[in-house]
């Protein structure tokens, strides 16, 4: 194996170009070339590639978001679409790819290596919904960058005495609403997958009122429903002014904290020694601290649980 490709696809995550740095220092010390391939599948198709060296990715370890940028690409979830992405690869003779994104794009890996390319992938999603792993590369910062906003939130919200309703991201996943709530001592918390009853929120509220409470603070997955729209179903507040944010895409910017760096850089360098052990089809993960392989497939036909522990901490610590 000579010439690797490395790609980021779907939504951008921090710690991605602490993975990129790693997959090309690792294949470069093992004496193969690297391209990386810019905006996803979308330029794989269109032939969007440049060259990485050592020196081309220094200093971007630290960096959020992607230097080889990213991009949805609809062609290629079609056959003729993954075809054309595997011409493209042949022409530049790149005799392997690793991708870097969330189950979407392991999607199109897998169809890759089902025409007999040697494809790998990095997880890489704030969601952190994807089997195979612990942790994917960006939980941990988005959800420290989500505490950091609560905790601005709760000093307002103790002096005004509100409600805060913060809505976090996660539309099918509610891991990172639930590891914010517990991190920030969130009352109460909306997750996809966990049905909620609104009378039991508002005698929540209610207790914690009437006992002299001067804030609260309610968390939302996006997936679960808009906080406008719970504001407005929340007829009773308890006796709270109720005020909404919604923190949107800050969640996905800035720079990867530290464990997002070094897991970012684990899972690069282990995806190469991955490739060189002959493997394919297969996503690089970490569990119990431990970098492992898992099929592409596990990504999304197993489903990843929410900690019930943790759920359990919401009800416990926010009366």
């Given amino acids: 194996m000579k010439r690797i490709g490395v790609l980021t ?3 951008d995550a921090p710690g991605m170009n602490a993975a990129i740095r ?32 050592v ?25 003729e679409g993954v075809r054309e992405g595997l011409r493209r690869l042949k022409d530049y003779d790149i005799d392997a790819l690793i991708v870097v994104g969330g189950d979407g794009s392991f999607h199109g890996a897998y169809d890759l290596c ?9 997880p890489g999603t704030i969601d952190n919904d994807m089997a195979g792993t612990d942790c994917t590369i960006g939980f941990d ?11 601005k939130l709760r000093d307002t919200a103790s002096s005004h005495e509100r409600l805060f309703l913060v809505e976090v991201m996660g539309r099918g996943a509610g891991f990172l609403a639930l590891e914010a709530a517990v991190a920030a001592g969130a009352e109460y918390v909306l997750l996809p997958e966990v049905p909620f009853e609104l009378e039991t929120l508002c005698k929540k509220l209610r207790y914690a009122h009437d006992r002299g409470k001067t804030h609260s603070l ?29 923190l949107g895409h800050i969640q996905r910017g800035g720079s990867p904290s530290s464990f997002d760096a070094v897991l970012a850089s684990r899972l690069g360098g282990g995806a190469v020694e991955a490739l060189k052990r002959g493997e394919s089809g297969v996503m690089v993960g970490r569990i119990h601290g431990n970098i492992v392989t898992s099929p592409l497939q596990v990504a999304w036909e197993e489903k990843k649980s929410l900690d019930a522990d943790m759920m359990s901490l919401i009800e416990t610590l926010g009366i």
């Fill in 9 to 11: 696809s779907g939504g």
């Fill in 141 to 151: 910062t988005a959800c420290n960058t989500a505490l950091q906003c609560i905790e």
């Fill in 114 to 122: 089902k025409l007999g390319f040697p494809v790998i992938g990095i």
């Fill in 218 to 246: 309610i968390i939302v997955a996006e997936g679960v429903m808009p906080a406008s729209e719970l504001a407005v179903q929340l007829k009773d507040t308890g006796g709270y002014d109720a005020r909404i944010t919604v």
């Fill in 55 to 79: 020196s081309s990715v220094g200093g971007i370890i630290h960096r959020g978001g992607t230097i080889l940028r990213t991009a949805r690409c609809p062609r290629f979830v079609k056959p």
């Fill in 22 to 53: 790693a997959v090309t220092r690792t294949a470069i010390y093992n004496d193969m070339e690297v391209i990386g391939i810019c905006r996803g599948y979308e330029g794989l198709i269109e032939g969007d590639v440049v060259p990485l060296s």
